[in-house]
């Protein structure tokens, strides 16, 4: 079994930066796809950010050249380093990993990490 948890939350003024981290432990194979969700409260999980083993990247229009996902597998370490935060950019971060390169029923996911932009 794999455990996914986040860190680096916190509160920080727009305009300001964050980098996200999400380790992983336990019983890890071979990665073939992460990624990063936010959800905000009465709104919709939506995915933000998510990079394959096959060099695809994906992100959100509007996070889209601030906000860059990386990973580190030596490590077993997701990042979302997030720069020009918005207050719009206020939600729990939830990171996903896939043994496979796409997202299946299986995918692991850590607990999140709330991230809040003041105006």
């Known amino acids: 079994q794999v455990q996914l948890v986040e860190s680096g939350g916190g509160l920080v003024q727009a305009g300001g930066s964050l980098r996200l981290s999400c380790a992983a432990s336990?019983?890890?194979?071979?990665?073939?796809?992460v990624g990063w969700y936010r959800q905000a409260p009465g709104k919709q999980r939506e995915l933000v950010a998510a990079?394959?083993?096959?060099?695809?990247?994906t992100y959100a229009d509007n996070v889209k050249g601030r906000f860059t996902i990386s990973r580190d597998n030596a490590k077993n370490t997701i990042y979302l380093q997030m720069d020009s935060l918005k207050p719009e950019d206020t939600a729990v971060y939830y990171c996903?990993?896939?043994?496979?390169?796409?997202?299946?029923?299986?995918?692991?996911w850590g607990q999140g990490t709330q991230v809040t932009v003041s105006s």
């Open positions: 990079s394959t083993n096959g060099g695809t990247t």
């Open positions: 336990g019983s890890i194979l071979s990665i073939g796809a």
């Open positions: 996903r990993a896939s043994r496979l390169q796409a997202w299946t029923s299986r995918d692991y």
